[in-house]
C-alpha cells in the first residue's frame, strides 16, 4: 500500500462540536477545513478521504450546524463546518452560521486548505462566489472542489471555467471515490 493510502487508513477521531470561538481545541497540528453549501457533500467527502464514516451526512440538507473538529492521528486536525445557503433555517441561525463561519476562517492561522465544495451537477451559485471573494486573501490556500462526479450535469455555467482556471481545483465523487486519491496526496503533502 502506498504512504499515502495508509496515511488515511489510520485512526480518525471526533474531538468537539464547537459553537463560539472559546470552544476551538488548542492545538498544533495543521488543519483542513470542508466548506460549501449545505447538502453539496462536505461530510461525505471527508468520511472518503479519511475511509470511515465519521462525519455525520444526510439527505436532510442543514445537517451540520456546529464546527465539528476531528483529529486524525496527532498529525492532522480535519474541520467539518456548517452549510452556508439553506433556506430552510430560520434568519436568526442563518445569521450565527455564518458568524461563526467567518469567525473561523478569520481566526484560524493553523489551516492550511481550505476546501471549497460546489455541486457539480448544479455549477457555482452566488453564494459559492461571494465565500470565494471574501476568501480571496487565502487565495493560494484555497482548493475547489466539484463534487457529486458521479451524477448527471443539470447547469452548465460559464463560470465554472473561469473557476477551473483561476484556482487549483479537482472533481470529486465521494459516493465512488473517483477523484479522492488525487486531492488525498494534496493534503499528504501538507504535513
Ligand atoms: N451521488 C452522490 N451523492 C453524494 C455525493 N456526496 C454526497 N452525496 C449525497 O448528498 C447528500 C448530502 O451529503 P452531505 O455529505 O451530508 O452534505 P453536507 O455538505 O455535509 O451537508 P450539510 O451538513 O447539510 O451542510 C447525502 O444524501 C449524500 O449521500 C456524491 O459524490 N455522489
Ligand atoms: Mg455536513
Known amino acids: 500500500m502506498s504512504n499515502v493510502a495508509s496515511f488515511f487508513k489510520?485512526?480518525?477521531k471526533f474531538v468537539l462540536s464547537a459553537v463560539q470561538k472559546a470552544q476551538y481545541p488548542n492545538i498544533a497540528f495543521p488543519e483542513i477545513a470542508f466548506i460549501g453549501r449545505s447538502n453539496v457533500g462536505k461530510s461525505s467527502m471527508i468520511n472518503a478521504l479519511f475511509t470511515k464514516k465519521i462525519a455525520l451526512t444526510s439527505n436532510t440538507p442543514g445537517k451540520t450546524r456546529q464546527i465539528n473538529f476531528f483529529n486524525h492521528s496527532d498529525k492532522l486536525m480535519v474541520v467539518d463546518l456548517p452549510g452556508y445557503g439553506y433556506a430552510k433555517v430560520s434568519k436568526k441561525e442563518a445569521g450565527e452560521i455564518s458568524q461563526l463561519v467567518s469567525n473561523y476562517l478569520s481566526s484560524r492561522?493553523?489551516?492550511k486548505k481550505l476546501f471549497v465544495l460546489i455541486d457539480?451537477?448544479?455549477g457555482p451559485k452566488d453564494i459559492d462566489l461571494e465565500i470565494l471573494e471574501y476568501m480571496e486573501s487565502i487565495k493560494d490556500r484555497i482548493v475547489?472542489?466539484?463534487t457529486k462526479k458521479d451524477k448527471k450535469v443539470k447547469e452548465t455555467s460559464e463560470k465554472t471555467e473561469k473557476l477551473k482556471n483561476n484556482y487549483e481545483n479537482f472533481t470529486i465523487s465521494s459516493k465512488n471515490n473517483d477523484g479522492i486519491f488525487d486531492v488525498q496526496k494534496i493534503i499528504y503533502n501538507l504535513l
Open 120 to 122: 457539480n451537477t448544479l
Open 144 to 146: 475547489i472542489v466539484f
Open 10 to 12: 489510520q485512526p480518525t
Open 109 to 111: 492561522l493553523s489551516l
